[in-house]
């Protein structure tokens, strides 16, 4: 049974969509009203995990310092003067041999190279993720339909996912090192659950698709959990399995620096269906809890969102007069309207 806390959130996620329909009910009738909805919405940008400054600061801490002039423009920058400068090309142009005095380390300056960096080298989304265990899966599908019938014409039903290393970071060890450094200043977003193989009690662990040392490594993350979006499976008692894979992991190490928790409700109105579903909230909200408690890094490492869902709308709890985002906004809906029919 959900305590008494529980209940009360319960209780301001059904205010806090009563409000969001009131004033989506006013803006259709009246004009003033639906400009100003119209405008808050359209100001609204596509958002992702913020980073504060002290966090950003302490995320370059551990980049070399040749790419602290130019991650993204708002970290600490190192600017020596035009003469040091000048010392330092000479010598370089002293030192590297005519034949590789226009490689790619000593021509372009590091912020040309991170820009390179991150068009090269990123965190995939969730769904890129999932979809490459579809596309094996239908090629392991092929090869043994094209085999003769007197062979084994078995399918696997979980084939193993292979773990892809990006390009970028098989090339020499100063890009290798350049590259993670931009690397661990982005987002690793994760909003679905992984595939789950028909036959089986539980989805396949995130880390399948993601290894261990790269989810130990990630400095800032954000996962985005459904609750109440069917009456038959339980969305948080799902996404609990999903979870206790990745803080287990994060348990033994993690370098996390910011995490940001995202609870999308839906079906408040539903007494029924959040009799169990407030019990597995109150239980994610626990771990989270007790892993920011007992492993992370620094006070004030987890930072909650919750969103309350009404069809088209969503609406941003903790507010009086609720934020509104209409579908498809991408950090609400992710993906194809197809997903939600």
Known sequence: MAGQDSRKKLADWRTMYQRGRSKIMKASRDPSARAKLLAEISSLKLAILRMPEPDRTSALLSCPAYLQGG?????????????????????????????????????????I????????????SSRKLYDYYYEEKEKARAKIE??????????????????????????????????????????LVIDRIPPWVM?????????????????????????????????????????????????????ERNSLVRLQIMFKISNVTKPNLWLHEL?????????????EFKHGLKPGLIRWEHWVLDFEYAYRVGFRNPLVRVHPDPYIWQGSVFEWL
Request: aromatic share 10%; with cysteine.
């Open 146 to 187: 094209l085999r003769p019938r007197s062979a084994n014409t078995k399918v696997l039903r979980h084939p193993n996912v292979s773990l892809r290393t990006p390009t970028v970071l098989l090339l020499c060890k100063q890009i290798t090192r350049e590259a993670l450094s931009f690397l661990h200043l982005q987002t």
């Open 279 to 291: 019990d597995d909230y109150e239980e994610i909200v626990k771990k989270f809890s007790y892993f």
């Open 199 to 251: 036959g089986h009690e539980a989805p396949l662990s995130l880390l399948d698709f993601i290894s261990k040392r790269t989810m130990q490594n990630v400095r800032f993350a954000q996962i985005k959990i459904p609750l109440g979006e069917n009456d038959v499976y339980r969305s948080g008692k799902v996404w609990q399995r999903m979870l206790d894979d990745v803080l287990n992991a994060w348990s």
């Open 71 to 111: 991650n993204t423009g708002s970290g600490p920058t190192s600017d020596p003067g035009p003469s040091q400068i000048q010392k330092i090309q000479m010598a370089q142009v002293s030192i590297i041999p005519p034949r590789s005095r226009y490689s790619f380390l000593t021509t372009l300056p590091p912020e």
């Open 113 to 124: 190279r991170n820009m390179i960096y991150g068009y090269a080298i990123g965190y995939p």
